[in-house]
């Protein structure tokens, strides 16, 4: 049967010449709409499978707050404009489109965008309802294991956190008989590591009493949806909710969703999530808590206590007390060292993708540890045990690469005296990276396109196809949709890419990684070296945390080796950095994704958390944490009950 698309377009003569142009393509048109109430009222009816939209309408609402809607229905749609200012861009692209077509454009145009807008949908749905069902069978496992009931809501906390992120999540309680004690929170200190925020904790945080607690919550009004708040939404609905404003000056969260459940007695019980990202959240999360409430609703009726007498104590304050390392490599990640929130986010969209054979692309500048990002897809993946073939698309000369890739028989060419198997048969069933394939010569692109459609390749000089079965994982530093705008890269084999993109930040913008790579390579070539060297100074940590790194983690790498090489003591005392480079902002610890000066208690509290992880939790002692910070252990032990810390165990 074929497929429905739905024209909403105000201009009716390019709404009647696309109609033209999809009929004869065999696609059905189910209306022209020139307004988004029209629109509304033909999906209604049609149920179309595709929205061609333009973002200019007839009426009050245009394109963009139609988009919204499509989303929460599930419907896809790719936007026809024709001048994207870049304001306009920037708000349409938040809305996900499974494609753009900039008028005016040509009909082949048309027809390929279409294609990969219906392929990446089909690709997205199944996506969904794996996860869906994965998160709903999780639930249920959840529900069933011997363990008490915080521990049982921490680990639903911790399944949603990479479909719904968050750095901070409040479950609680509201009975007819007003709040419930129980409200527990979840701070997220790692990628597996949430430390628990219990009532005493939450009011040693905000630094409130227990009744001025009480009579805030008495003033907040209900939650009755699931909604989000970005950035400034946030601020303006904090003026209505005191005591997330208390939480979010606390703990600087930058955005919040909510999402509430009510169960069979009446009771409410509701999920705050909160983040330090300003726009952390979008319709799509809105949609998926959604879909998940019934489940969410029936694990949640098993796991609250109806008994508030249960007093069994949560073992652990913190979930997970690993160290950095050895908890990426327990979650399966390959020496990826990282502790900044935009790296736990990477991490846990490789969770996510991992395990499927979505293609990938992973972006970032050069050094930012894409290769190392790519390697742990593969080895998270169920190709583990195949091969990884890595490729450098730009180490090889244009001539050679297609040889390289797909092989050749022997006599193909000049030159080919014997036969060679190409990359892609020599990765069949496992894996190929594809390093830097914005330098692919525009000819193999083609060859690479029919690769991902079809599943096979052709040797120079064979006889025909060959099917292969490889994952592709592709990389680059350059920005593919300049090379896509100025003719360099194709647009086809672009969307075919960008399924799946993982977007690496620069070192720069993730300063809080730092000290734990700093700590990392230190480790690693103080042992190559034979040296002792304990660590750096924190004159020479401050230095590294205003630095830009341009050459991201791999210059820090450098440094790190050299400085090792050249010191003279136990600890590094010099850095031999550009001088040009180094920006004076501020000494004290920075929050880099909001450009936010941490306050002094969040140091602290960072600091003393990060000596407990090193001494694995011990306080007194010659190598306890007490001894490491210089303080008595009494003095440590109400430092750590004044910033919220309980007792590592
Ligand atoms: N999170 C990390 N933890 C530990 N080491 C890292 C991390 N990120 C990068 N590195 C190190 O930095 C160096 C550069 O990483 P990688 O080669 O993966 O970067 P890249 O983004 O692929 O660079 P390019 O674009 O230049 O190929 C590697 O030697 C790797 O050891």
Redesign the pocket.
Known sequence: MSRKILIVEDESLVAYDLKLILTRAGYRVCGIADSVPEALEIMEEQKPEMVLLDIFLKGDLNGIDLAAMLTAKNIAFVYLSANFQESILEKAKATQPYGFLVKPFREKELLITLDVAFYRHQNSIESKLRREQGLEQLFKNIVAEPINWKQKLLKIATSLQPYVPFDYLTVIVRTSAGFSDEAISFLRTGFDEYQVIGINEFLNITNISRARLKEMQAESPLLTKTAFYNDGDFTTLQSRFPVKKLLANALHMESFLGSPLVNSKGDNVCFSFYSRKPDCYSTDHVVLLDRLHRSLLTAMEDIIPVDHGETAPFKNDVYAGKGLSEQNKAAGFR????KSHQ?LTVLDHIAIVAPLDTSVLVL??????????AKSIHYLSPRKNKPLVVVNCASMPATLIESELFGHEKGAFTGAVEKRTGKFELADGGTIFL??IGEMPAELQVKLLRVLQEQEIERIGGKGPIKINVRIVA?T?RNLEKEVEEGRFRLDLYYRLFVFPIT?PPLRERKD?IPV?VR?FLERYAQKSGKNITGVTPDVMTQLLEYQWPG???EL?HFIERSVLLADGPMIKHTYLPKLQSKKESSVYKDVATDRLKTIDENAREHILDVLRRCNGKISGKDGAASKLGLPPSTLHSKMQKLGIRKWE
């Open positions: 020496d990826i060292i990282c790296m970032g500048e050069s050094g930012t540890g894409k290769e190392r990002i390093d830097e990389a530093n690496i990684d790579l990392h991201n983690v791999r790498e």
